[in-house]
């Protein structure tokens, strides 16, 4: 029941927000005065099934935590924000990767998208994104094991140039 992954994000003209984790459930909080005042009540995003820490084989501890950023380009998302996390809600032997998208400072969210675009029954995990302040591309990287039967891991770079609607993958 710890409250984990705050990760804040700002956008173009200073609007505050933060994410993070808390009893299998993701949420957000947000500030359009430079911090000063905050929302009486957090917004819930998505459900976290299997919460923050999850279990994956050859790791003590593996956490599934939300990453928060927001795309301050001149593109045409320019003030969306973007979450990312593992989750289990395929179950235990099949973590993956998820991302959702606002484009109204997160009264709404889309959807969850699964990133990774293997088959069931493989652990994905351990996400970070970044967005291209430039183009407003959405790049999540993450550990992926799709190609093997045990504990080897390789490293996945996931990129969306459609608003974070669609990712490709790349090993």
């Known amino acids: ?29 947000r500030s359009f005065d430079g911090g000063e005042l905050w929302l009486g009540n957090d917004i819930t995003v998505e459900e976290q099934v299997g919460g923050w820490d999850l279990k994956v084989p050859g790791h003590d501890r593996c956490n599934g935590m939300p990453v928060l950023m927001t795309d301050n380009s001149k593109g045409p998302y320019r003030g969306s924000l973007y979450l990312v996390w593992a989750d289990q809600r395929n179950g235990e032997e099949d973590t993956d990767i998820w991302s959702t998208r606002s484009h109204n400072f997160g009264d709404n969210w889309a959807s969850p998208t699964r990133v990774n675009n293997d088959g069931p029954g493989k652990h994905q995990y351990l996400p970070w994104m970044a967005v291209d302040q430039e183009t407003g591309y959405v790049y999540i990287v993450y550990y992926d094991r799709r190609d093997h039967e045990d504990n080897k891991t390789d490293v996945y770079l996931a990129y969306s140039a459609d608003g974070g609607a669609n990712f490709k993958n790349i090993k």
């Not at 994410?19 to 299998?24: E, I, L, M, P, V």
Request: hydrophobic letters at 50%.
């Open 1 to 29: 029941n710890t409250a984990e992954g705050a990760v804040p994000a700002v956008t173009f003209d200073g609007k505050a927000f933060v994410a993070w984790s808390n009893q299998g459930k993701l949420f957000l909080d």
